[in-house]
């Protein structure tokens, strides 16, 4: 007989919380660490593990797996949604306090993204309402051609 474990992942969960059904992780890195902790301190199940992940959104920047995340062929670790439950991972971050502006009549939202180093990142997009958007660019087309330089 192989013991084998399951962790549930909620979002009114906490990631303090000991990972049951009753009392589930918060997010996804708290799934990850609480796995981690149990392989370095010897108590992963021989039989592997189960992160069940109940209906709902996690948004996370951006999930990273090393080896410290790794089961065995015979005590895997497996991330799954709860059966029949819906389960979205936003790997990004959601953009709030967008400010309107107003040109001629077109109507224009602006956000400063430097305030939340969005640039520190290896490539940046923006979705809105699940569609990929153009980021602003100049000219809206083609190439820009300098005729003349001027000493």
Same mark, same amino acid.
């Given at each position: ?6 962790? %549930? ?9 000991? /990972? ?9 890195? /708290? ?10 301190? #010897? ?7 189960? =992160?069940?992940?109940?209906? /709902? ?13 790794? #089961?065995? =062929? ?7 949604? %709860?059966?029949?439950?819906? =389960? ?29 180093? =969005? ?22 087309? #083609? ?9």
């Amino acid at each position: 007989f192989r013991s084998w474990m399951k962790v %549930y992942v909620a979002p009114d969960g906490d990631d303090t919380n000991e /990972g049951t059904v009753t009392k589930p992780l918060k997010t996804f890195q /708290g799934a990850q660490e609480f796995i981690r902790n149990l392989k370095s301190e #010897g108590d992963l199940p021989d039989g592997g593990v189960t =992160v069940y992940f109940r209906s /709902g959104e996690y948004e996370t920047e951006g999930l990273k797996f090393t080896s410290r995340d790794s #089961g065995t =062929v015979d005590a895997p670790i497996e991330y799954t949604a %709860y059966e029949g439950e819906v =389960v979205t991972i936003i790997g990004g971050r959601r953009l709030k306090d967008w400010k309107k502006s107003f040109l001629g009549e077109t109507d224009i939202h602006h956000f400063k993204l430097r305030s939340i180093d =969005v640039f520190d990142s290896e490539g940046v997009e923006l979705f809105c309402n699940g569609k990929a958007m153009t980021l602003a660019r100049y000219p809206n087309e #083609g190439w820009s051609h300098i005729w003349n330089v001027h000493p």
